[in-house]
């Protein structure tokens, strides 16, 4: 199977489509890494890379993400089965003192497209809460959005009290959002930044050593 059909219902944000043709692809015993990885999340890193360069909008990224996704819960009741491990385990959240969602939702999905694991903690989350699952364990990275400037200082706070907790170097630190930038990034300690969804992965990857 050369996964050209399932690649055009991802492209083409076909749910229907793209379940049916992940089912096709693991009764041909096809194995599920290859499913995932040649099927699902290639063509949804080929969105991402359209969507970097302004060649598709959020609501072409959306459509293909949720065809990924049906595609991807066919899949995953099989993955502990045969050793599918996620890139990473992330915990995303917009900060406290806002309730925007959308740029965090576009993120989770294209995580979760590109392989990682993720909680989302919604809006409007406090510094203390990131921390509280810091110190469960087993987390890579903290995403954090804002879209208001008067909710930036969570951010920093939220970085300073994982040091006065000396949890800092348990996990890595990603940020973004409309008026967020490099700069305020690394006045504030954290290990990377993105400016759009697509760039979320690649900074994702990076900060955890995979580029």
Do not use: W
Request: glycine share 10%; hydrophobic share 45%; proline share 4%.
């Amino acid at each position: 199977m050369d996964f050209k059909e399932l690649h055009r219902a991802v492209f083409e944000g076909d749910a229907g489509r793209a379940v049916e043709f992940t089912k096709k692809a693991a009764d041909e015993q096809i194995p599920i890494k290859d499913i995932l990885d040649k099927g699902l999340i290639y063509p949804m890193s080929v969105v991402g890379e359209k969507f970097k360069r302004n060649d598709v909008f959020i609501p072409e990224v959306i459509i293909s993400a949720m065809a990924m996704q049906a595609g991807l819960k066919i899949l995953e009741p099989s993955f502990a089965a045969c050793g599918i491990k996620p890139l990473g385990r992330v915990v995303i959240g917009t900060v406290k003192g806002d309730l925007h969602d959308i740029g965090k939702n576009i993120v989770t999905m294209m995580l979760k497209g590109a392989g990682f694991e993720i909680e989302d903690f919604g809006i409007d989350v406090s510094p203390a809460r990131f921390v509280d699952r810091v110190k469960k364990g087993g987390i890579d990275i903290i995403a954090m959005s804002s879209l208001l400037t008067t909710s930036l200082p969570s951010m920093g706070e939220a970085i300073n009290s994982l040091k006065s907790s000396n949890l800092r170097d348990k996990v890595k630190v990603l940020v973004g959002g409309a008026p967020v930038t490099q700069g305020f990034a690394s006045r504030i300690g954290a290990d990377g930044y993105a400016s759009d969804a697509a760039s979320a992965v690649d900074r994702a990857k990076e900060i955890l050593g995979m580029r």
